[in-house]
């Protein structure tokens, strides 16, 4: 089992930037895909993009492609989202989630297929 916590969020104007983290704690960190949902008040949560166990795959949703990157540390135990040029409707608690994979280059983008989810970490975008 793996326990993840995200960090990072917080209040921005648009066209700002955040890095969001998200720290793995419990086993081998490197054998779990990860993955950043969003979810905005009063919707479903929703992928913005995952990364494969070897850092080597990254696919984004087509809302944040090219604004967003996502990386990972497995020395660290930690992924991060990198969000630039932030618009209002990126507003959302962010969450990771991990799965435990077998082969080092896949990646998941439905909120289905991951084992474990942190508790979320709140970015606000004013206008």
């Known amino acids: 089992q793996v326990q993840l916590a995200e960090s990072g969020g917080g209040l921005v104007q648009a066209g700002g930037s955040l890095r969001l983290s998200c720290a793995a704690s419990?086993?081998?960190?490197?054998?779990?895909?990860m993955g950043w949902f969003r979810q905005a008040p009063g919707k479903e949560r929703e992928f913005v993009g995952a990364?494969?166990?070897?850092?080597?795959?990254?696919y984004y949703a087509d809302s944040v492609k090219g604004r967003f990157t996502i990386s990972r540390d497995n020395a660290e135990n930690t992924a991060y989202l990198q969000m630039n040029n932030l618009r209002p409707e990126d507003t959302a608690v962010y969450y990771c989630?991990?799965?435990?994979?077998?082969?080092?280059?896949?990646?998941?983008?439905?909120?289905?297929?991951?084992?474990?989810w942190g508790r979320g970490t709140q970015v606000t975008v004013s206008s």
């Open positions: 419990g086993r081998t960190f490197s054998r779990y895909a």
């Open positions: 989630g991990a799965k435990e994979v077998r082969y080092s280059t896949s990646i998941y983008t439905s909120l289905r297929d991951y084992d474990y």
């Open positions: 990364i494969s166990w070897s850092g080597a795959g990254t």
